[in-house]
T-cell receptor, first 117, second 111 residues
Framework: DAGVTQSPTHLIKTRGQHVTLRCSPI?????VSWYQQVLGQGPQFIFQ???????GRGNFPDRFSARQFPNYSSELNVNALLLGDSALYLC????????????????FGEGSWLTVV | QKEVEQNSGPLSVPEGAIASLNCTYS??????FFWYRQYSGKSPELIMS????GDKEDGRFTAQLNKASQYVSLLIRDSQPSDSATYLC???????????FGTGTKLQVIP
């Protein structure tokens, strides 16, 4: 079975531009989360979507937005890019319906490396 | 602010030794804990999950949880150079899915 897939894997953008990152969850998983990982830090939670609804939002500015589609894939959008947005963006999926604990185990995709110049 | 704390390292151990990685968390409501391994330039890979107090073993890996002390650890027996990576500790912060990560501990296994 395919794992979490993300695209693009690498991209370079200029300050002020916007970017769209895409993610397909593991088959059968209905929840998608987005994380930002800056070099030397752990992943920071951005958004979580379940059944196409936003269920959680981290401490990120409104320039960051996301959505989930009927097939459970997801997009992360970042507007007005800043140099500080350069990071590895990770998509993770899980299936909360699996149970009170095991459903919270998240599996990451390979990530999208974003460089803002 | 719900936090997960780890020593950034690097932790250096000789090949064949036991590597001990530690983590503390601040949210007493956390119920699920995870260890991820991250090689340089790669995404995190799940190694272990633990939900109950005590030890959980999987091959060369043992996760330990002490909820009273808010402490999680990962032991790697017979460490190999291929174990050299950053190990991320994470705690489920509640809700559907909000997992909080530590900054990671860099492990170096010396041949």
């Amino acid at each position: 079975d395919a794992g979490v897939t993300q695209s693009p894997t690498h991209l370079i953008k200029t300050r002020g531009q916007h970017v769209t990152l895409r993610c397909s969850p593991i088959s059968g998983h209905k929840s998608v989360s987005w994380y930002q990982q800056v070099l030397g830090q752990g992943p920071q939670f951005i958004f979580q979507y379940y059944e196409k609804e936003e269920r959680g939002r981290g401490n990120f500015p409104d320039r960051f937005s996301a959505r989930q589609f009927p097939n459970y894939s997801s997009e992360l959008n970042v507007n007005a890019l800043l140099l500080g947005d350069s990071a590895l963006y990770l998509c993770a999926s899980n299936n909360p319906g699996q149970g009170p604990f095991s459903g919270n185990t998240i599996y990451f995709g390979e990530g999208s490396w974003l460089t803002v110049v | 602010q719900k936090e997960v704390e780890q020593n950034s390292g690097p932790l250096s151990v000789p090949e064949g030794a036991i590597a001990s990685l530690n983590c503390t968390y601040s949210d007493r409501g956390s119920q699920s804990f995870f260890w991820y391994r991250q090689y340089s330039g790669k995404s995190p890979e799940l190694i272990m999950s633990i939900y109950s107090n005590g030890d959980k073993e999987d091959g060369r890996f043992t996760a330990q949880l002490n909820k009273a002390s808010q402490y999680v650890s990962l032991l790697i027996r017979d460490s190999q150079p291929s174990d050299s990576a950053t190990y991320l500790c994470a705690a489920d912060s509640g809700g559907y899915q909000k997992v909080t990560f530590g900054t990671g501990t860099k492990l170096q296994v010396i041949p």
